[in-house]
């Protein structure tokens, strides 16, 4: 079953067709990768499934619902969750908070309530605050709770925004290059965190340049060049398609 | 636990200044006392807003004006021309008016204040909604150019409307009876009991403050000062969470104004000018920008200090000097731990080093 269905989606910046009549599915349960080379338009198909961007056409379906032209909040109320390219973490604040601001879509005291720290509130600040240190725990950042997150290093940065974007129990992960930056023992212990995150039922879609990596984790592989959708199909398919080739290798082998 | 503690040491503290002030016979030291609370108020809004939701706002002081002439206005002389009035008739009629006397024994009506408060509350969050709808979407130089332009023009409206006096603003306004025992003016024999009030409202500010930001509103309010972008991804409704703290600020700011004119007997177009926002965020940025105490703290002294007179014909230069001062040698505040050591390695090593 099909979790997100983007369908004939559009957007132009100008005269440049950033994302040009892209459709494909995700299906629940499974991880999905959209590949392609730089400006190829990944990340903006990607800013709009997540609202950060408005499309100029097509539909976007998530779980059967319209997700098209939302805000980003909405879109994050709904279940789907991200990660940045370039880590974007609350640099004014600890682990453990930017963690529980993940958790903001599940709680719901507002700004009276807050206020007021009624008992309802307090209760539920305790849970988040015991959640987050859950997700801590998992990605092994325990340690480092009231640490600011500015201070910490690149890879546990990336461990607290991908804790953060799991503190709000998504049904969809987006992940933006999670292996930007990373080293090769990094990235190994990263294919298996992100296999061990769909594991736990999470759907997961993600924007990456390691090869290597998405070929080894992903079920379903869809490649961009210039903006449109040229190949689509699981791992062993999409290596061995001519267009993908050429596109990545350069030549002319597209042409027949 | 730790905010009951320094909430209970902050109550303390205002009844050991009463009694010092009182035993060594400087109870008048009580008044500017209670006039930075007021301010504090503001200072304690915009410490919200600016420090911890990081959107600046340079026009805070016409919120506190707006308190203020809302106060004046429904209580002096306004409804003169009304007298006799079906319409005027018709409010005492229902209360919402009173027949009363003005300062001079002269027949004249106000609203009392269990109606003239909630206006003013009213008029500062409806202004502060209708401004911060449009300006909250800008970031940066240009909120600050915006909010600088309203503050300007709100100053300009006090200044040139008859009805808020123009350039004298308005005077003899009555003292408030807000219950019995407590009546808000500028009367030698209530000195004690408006200081009190004015701590209790500065309290009671910090207790929702501290709340707000030890709560989910608090994170969502400082994660968008840390990244707008990645608020909203996490589900944060960046721009009604902005407009909510613009509009709070504004109200405890215009809830400052009103006691304060009320206690001062009057008002005038300074308070809401430019260098009274400026004033107000050199404190914050004094006190540690996401620092609420910080902000109370300096706030208090410093506006203590110039309600006395120490800064002389220079009072708006220090301020200015302060928030030049901070920005290049102490971003974070002067009430850091590193600033500290690093001034007090300073004095320790000067005389020797040469």
């Known amino acids: 079953m099909a979790l997100l269905e983007v369908n004939n989606l559009c957007r132009s910046f100008g005269g440049l067709r950033a994302v040009n009549n892209v459709s494909f599915r995700v299906n629940t349960g499974t991880i999905k990768a959209v590949i392609g080379p730089n400006g190829a338009g990944k990340t903006t198909l990607f800013n709009l499934i997540a609202g950060a961007l408005k499309p100029d056409g097509g539909s976007i379906l998530f779980n059967g619902r319209s997700i098209y032209g939302l805000p980003p909040f909405r879109v994050a109320a709904a279940g789907i969750s991200r990660t940045f390219q370039n880590i974007k973490l609350f640099g004014n604040m600890t682990v453990a908070e930017n963690i529980m601001v993940g958790r903001h879509t599940r709680s719901g005291s507002g700004f009276a309530a807050s206020m007021l720290s009624l008992p309802r509130t307090r209760r539920e600040e305790r849970e988040i605050a015991e959640r987050a240190a859950e997700l801590a725990r998992l990605f092994g950042i325990e340690d480092v709770l009231d640490a600011g997150a500015a201070s910490l290093d690149f890879g546990r940065q990336r461990a607290v925004e991908f804790a953060r974007a799991l503190a709000s129990e998504p049904q969809l992960l987006l992940l933006d290059e999670p292996a930007a930056g990373l080293n090769i023992y990094e990235t190994n212990e990263l294919a298996k965190r992100i296999v061990r995150i769909r594991d736990m039922g999470i759907t997961i879609l993600l924007i990456e340049h390691d090869m290597s990596l998405v070929m080894d984790i992903s079920d379903e592989i869809a490649v961009l060049s210039y903006g449109e959708k040229i190949a689509e199909g699981p791992p062993c398919n999409v290596r061995n398609n001519p267009q993908v080739i050429a596109v990545y290798l350069g030549g002319d082998v597209a042409q027949d | ?354």
């Open chain 2, 1 to 354: 636990m730790k905010r009951f503690v320094a909430i209970g040491a902050l109550a303390a503290a205002v009844i050991a200044l009463h009694l010092l002030f009182a035993a060594a016979g400087a109870e008048y030291l009580l008044v500017q006392l209670t006039m930075a609370a007021y301010y504090a108020l503001v200072v304690i809004g915009l410490c919200l807003l600016m420090g911890y939701a990081g959107q600046i706002s340079l026009g805070h002081a016409a919120f506190f004006a707006l308190g203020g002439y809302t106060a004046a206005v429904l209580s002096t002389n306004s409804f003169t021309q009304l007298m006799g009035a079906p319409a005027l008739e018709r409010l005492v009629h229902w209360g919402l008016v009173t027949a009363g006397t003005d300062a001079y024994g002269a027949a004249a009506h106000q609203v009392p204040v269990w109606l003239s408060l909630p206006l003013a509350v009213a008029a500062a969050a409806a202004v502060a909604l209708v401004i911060g709808i449009p300006v909250l979407k800008l970031k940066g130089h240009y909120l600050a150019m915006a909010t600088l332009g309203f503050g300007t023009i709100l100053y300009r409206i006090f200044l040139g409307t008859r009805l808020f006096g123009e350039a004298d603003g308005i005077s003899s306004v009555r003292p408030c009876a807000l219950l019995p025992g407590l009546t808000i003016g500028g009367d030698t024999a209530l000195r004690t009991q408006n200081y009190y009030f004015a701590w209790a409202l500065v309290l009671l500010a910090m207790v929702l403050s501290l709340n707000i930001v030890s709560s989910r509103a608090g994170r969502a309010l400082r994660s968008i000062h840390g990244s707008e972008e990645a608020a909203a991804a996490m589900g944060v409704n960046t721009a009604r969470y902005k407009l909510y703290v613009f509009i709070l600020s504004a109200v405890f700011a215009a809830v400052g104004g009103f006691f304060m004119t009320h206690f001062n007997g009057g008002i005038g177009p300074a308070e809401a000018g430019i260098m009274k926002s400026v004033r107000y965020v050199a404190i914050v940025a004094v006190g540690g920008m996401a620092n609420l105490w910080g902000s109370l703290l300096i706030g208090v002294l410093l506006n203590f200090l110039s309600l006395r007179g120490i800064f002389g014909s220079y009072d708006d230069a220090v301020f200015g000097a302060l928030l030049v001062f901070i920005m290049a040698l102490a971003p974070d505040g002067i009430l850091r731990r590193e600033f500290l050591h690093r001034i007090m390695r300073v004095r320790i090593r000067w005389p020797f080093s040469k």
